[in-house]
């Protein structure tokens, strides 16, 4: 199953946003923390992320189904494919539903199964996203192209903080209030790590289970987009871990956090 799909229009936007480099926004960096306790605010935020594509709350709450767009919309993903020649099963059957539409891009998304291993150094997807883009170009002729065709962990969008991928670096000592986690983070950072820029956002203790939610503060420089190594992060628990089950709340639809 391919990471992402990109037209020849695309790809040579993306050629030139390496070249010029690209910059997270959000504060320069602080002073290295590589542990935190207690809990922070509980995020308040106006939808999710997949890989970067905002996914408003409304959209993913109301799940318009793509058989609800009309013939205009419907003709452009049918142009869109046939341009790229792509086959991708678009029938209301699949269960895509619309995240966004004007009148020069349409993006789809859908739920789908997350496989039992996950791409290396990322998060288990169980999401995939599809676009289509209006491009009218010196060096394309004018209509309906692919723009995206992706997979994804839908994540909380935690703006101005970047959404990482989380994992246990090893297998938990219940009689430890320690989480030993590896934190890798998405965006763009020249392939480093986040020491210093890991935050808390959200730990919620129960009798039952941990919820955590971590976010990375964006360096505000720019920067390439080789991958980046995961960073290791401790947090610090009230009273130890026991048989409680660590869920990452982070996620559109919390799961246990697994050992990396």
Known sequence: MPRNSITAVTFAAS???????????GPSDGPSSGSSAG????????????????????AREERVPIDELDE??????TEALQRDGMEVDLSPAAGWFV????????????????????????????????????VDAPNAPLGWYVSTHDFCALRLDLAPLAVPAVALESDPDPASTELHLLVTENGCNSGEDAEGRIEVVRLEESDDRVS????????????????NPSTPFTVTLSHPLGDRELIDAG??????????
């Open 15 to 25: 050629v030139l946003l390496l070249a010029t480099g690209c910059a997270a926004p």
């Open 39 to 58: 809990s922070g605010p509980a995020p308040d935020t106006a939808g999710y992320t997949c890989d970067g594509r905002l996914v408003p709350r409304d």
């Open 72 to 77: 205009g919309a419907r003709e452009a993903f």
């Open 99 to 134: 995240v966004d539409e004007s009148p020069q891009h349409i993006t789809v998304l859908r739920e789908i199964e997350a496989p039992a291993e996950p791409y290396a150094g990322e998060d288990l997807t169980d999401h995939e996203v599809f676009g289509v883009a209006l």
């Open 212 to 227: 955590l939610i971590l976010g990375v503060r964006p360096r505000n420089v720019p920067a390439d987009c080789p991958s």
């Open 251 to 260: 996620l559109a639809d919390p799961r246990p956090i697994a050992v990396g």
